[in-house]
């Protein structure tokens, strides 16, 4: 089966970094995901890891180890717009994409 | 190019209805793939199609089904609908193959 874990809340300072952790256990392996949700909205897709390292997209940096089966979302500069849930995931080899639970990020000014 | 539309956005049921969700995914994708949201259970996996073929369930009750039409629009229905339904129902479609998934706005269900 497939499980993945990550914190289900983090609070950070505007203009912070935040880094969200994930976790997984999975029965073959395709990649890590990382999709932002905003209150009322639906999850967009934000980065994918397919092999180990650090895949950077402006403010936002994802990382994989898939010896340790383990990933993060960085989050730099964080600006009030950037409070959301944040879900990592993983997919299947026939596009089955599980994900975690969740993770609220709180942002105070 | 058209995003994912789900309709209708909400619907509020009472208790032993039936429901059907209607998923338009985007052009050319034909995987499409319905989750349910609750608060603090994330986006549990109902179920994945891909040219009409169910490919992949979730763990939910046969109460639950679906199916998708050979233009790729997708449907889902729950039958005997219970208070534990209440949830936003959403629909991602993908290119097979790729990581990324593309969602609905969601169908917000109320069981009364």
């Known amino acids: 089966g497939q499980s993945l874990e990550q914190p289900s809340e983090v609070t950070a300072v505007e203009g912070a970094i935040v880094q969200i952790n994930c976790t997984y256990q999975?029965?073959?392996?395709?990649?890590l995901s990382w999709y932002q949700q905003h209150d009322g909205g639906a999850p967009t897709f934000l980065s994918y890891?397919?092999?180990?390292g650090l895949e950077e997209t402006g403010r936002f940096s994802s990382f994989l180890s898939r010896s340790d089966s383990y990933g993060y979302l960085l989050l730099q500069e964080l600006q009030m717009k950037d409070s959301a849930s944040y879900f990592c995931?993983?997919?299947?080899?026939?596009?089955?994409?599980?994900f975690g639970k969740g993770t609220r990020l709180h942002i105070l000014p | 190019k058209a995003g994912v539309t789900q309709t209708p956005r909400y619907l509020i049921k009472t208790r032993g209805q039936q429901v059907t969700l209607s998923c338009s995914p985007i052009?050319?994708?034909?995987?499409v793939s319905w989750y349910q949201q609750t608060p603090g259970q994330g986006l549990q996996f109902l179920f994945e199609?891909?040219?009409?073929?169910?490919?992949n369930k979730g763990n939910f009750p046969g109460r639950f089904s679906g199916r998708q039409f050979s233009n790729s629009r997708s449907e889902m229905n729950v039958s005997t609908l219970e208070l534990g339904d209440s949830a936003l129902y959403l629909c991602?479609?993908?290119?097979?193959?790729?990581?990324?998934?593309?969602f609905g706005q969601g169908t917000r269900l109320t069981v009364v």
């Open positions: 991602a479609s993908s290119t097979t193959g790729m990581a990324e998934a593309f």
């Open positions: 999975t029965s073959g392996f395709y990649g």
């Open positions: 890891n397919g092999l180990d």
């Open positions: 995931a993983v997919p299947n080899r026939d596009d089955k994409i599980i």
């Open positions: 199609y891909f040219s009409e073929t169910q490919r």
């Open positions: 052009s050319g994708h034909r995987s």
